[in-house]
C-alpha cells in the first residue's frame, strides 16, 4: 500500500493538472471572443438583432477595382468587398446582400437604414469620419516608378533630394503631395492627358527619376515593364503598405458600438485572406494601363 504522502503527493500533482487545462481553456476562450466578436449578441447590438431578424446582412457596394468587381456575365461580385461581406454574413449566420450604391450616397444610405454597413473601399477622410465609424481594412497611397539602373533611387528618403527629379502631373492629388512631403527634390510637372495617371514614359527615357502612381496598380507596372522598381519595398510591400496613406475601410453607423466590435473582430481574424485578394485583382487582367 502506498504510504499517506505518497497519496498527497499524486493528489496534489493531479489538482496542479487539473488547474492548468481550467486555466488554458480559459485563455483561449476569451482570445477567441474577442478576436472574433462571438461575445457580441443581438440583445447587445441592434444592428445585429435586425440583420438576424431579417436573415440578411446589407452591404452597400459601389465597383472599385481590385478591392471589388463585379462578372459582367454573370453580375456575380468578387475581391475583397465581397469576401468581407460573406465572412460577416457567415459569422451571422445569415446571408450577404450585396446593395449597389454611389460614391457620395453611401452616408445617407446608412443613415436612412438602407444597408447595414459598406463593404465597399471607402476612404476614411476626417469629413466622413464625424458622421460614421469606420472599420479599416487596407491602405492606399502612392508608389513610385524607377528604373532598375538608376541608383539615385531606392528608397522614400532618397526622393527628399535636390539631385532627384520626381515627374508629376499638373494639379493632381499626387502633385500637391509631393510638393508637401519632398521640399527638397526637384518637381517637373505637366499636364496630364485624358486618362493619364503617371510619367512612365518620361522615367524610360530619363527625362525624371520617380514618376508616382496609384499603389494598387504598381504590381501591374512591375510585371509589365521589367526595367523598372517600385519603391518603396517593391510592388506588393508598396500595396500593402503605400507613401502618403489614406485608410480604406468600412462604412457603420455611430450609434452600435457592439456592431462595430463584432465587424472589427471579424476583419482581424479574415485580414490575411483580404490582403490576398486585394493583390490577386492587382493585375493587368482586371486594372488596365492607360495608353
Not at 50 to 77: F, N, W
Request: charged share 25%; with cysteine.
Amino acid at each position: 500500500m502506498r504510504s499517506i504522502a505518497a497519496n498527497l503527493k499524486i493528489l496534489v500533482g493531479l489538482l496542479a493538472i487539473a488547474l492548468f487545462v481550467t486555466a488554458c481553456q480559459g485563455r483561449t476562450g476569451d482570445t477567441g471572443a474577442a478576436r472574433t466578436g462571438s461575445s457580441v449578441t443581438p440583445s447587445d447590438s441592434p444592428t445585429i438583432a435586425a440583420i438576424k431578424k431579417r436573415g440578411v446582412l446589407r452591404a452597400g457596394v459601389a465597383i472599385s477595382p481590385p478591392h471589388l468587381m463585379q462578372d459582367p456575365r454573370t453580375s456575380e461580385y468578387f475581391g475583397a468587398g465581397a469576401l468581407i461581406a460573406k465572412r460577416l454574413a457567415d459569422k451571422l449566420g445569415v446571408k450577404a446582400e450585396l446593395v449597389e450604391s454611389d460614391w457620395g450616397l453611401f452616408v445617407a444610405g446608412l443613415q436612412a437604414d438602407k444597408f447595414d454597413l459598406t463593404t465597399a473601399a471607402l476612404f476614411a477622410t476626417p469629413e466622413r469620419k464625424k458622421v460614421i465609424d469606420f472599420v479599416n481594412f487596407t491602405r492606399v497611397g502612392q508608389c513610385y516608378i524607377v528604373l532598375k539602373n538608376n541608383a539615385k533611387v531606392n528608397s522614400l528618403d532618397d526622393l527628399n533630394k535636390p539631385t532627384v527629379k520626381i515627374g508629376t502631373l499638373t494639379g493632381s492629388g499626387g502633385d500637391q503631395l509631393i510638393r508637401a512631403k519632398y521640399k527638397q527634390a526637384v518637381i517637373d510637372d505637366v499636364p496630364g492627358a485624358p486618362g493619364q495617371i503617371e510619367r512612365l514614359q518620361d522615367v524610360l527615357a530619363r527625362r525624371i527619376d520617380a514618376s508616382f502612381v496609384d499603389s494598387w496598380m504598381a504590381p501591374v507596372y512591375a510585371a509589365k515593364f521589367p526595367q523598372i522598381k517600385i519603391i518603396p519595398d517593391g510592388p506588393e510591400a508598396c500595396v500593402k503598405n503605400p507613401d502618403v496613406p489614406v485608410d480604406v475601410g468600412i462604412g457603420l453607423k455611430k450609434d452600435d458600438a457592439r456592431f462595430k466590435e463584432f465587424v472589427q473582430g471579424v476583419i482581424s481574424e479574415t485580414q490575411n485572406e483580404i490582403d490576398a485578394e486585394i493583390l490577386k485583382y492587382s493585375t493587368e487582367e482586371f486594372l488596365k494601363i492607360p495608353k
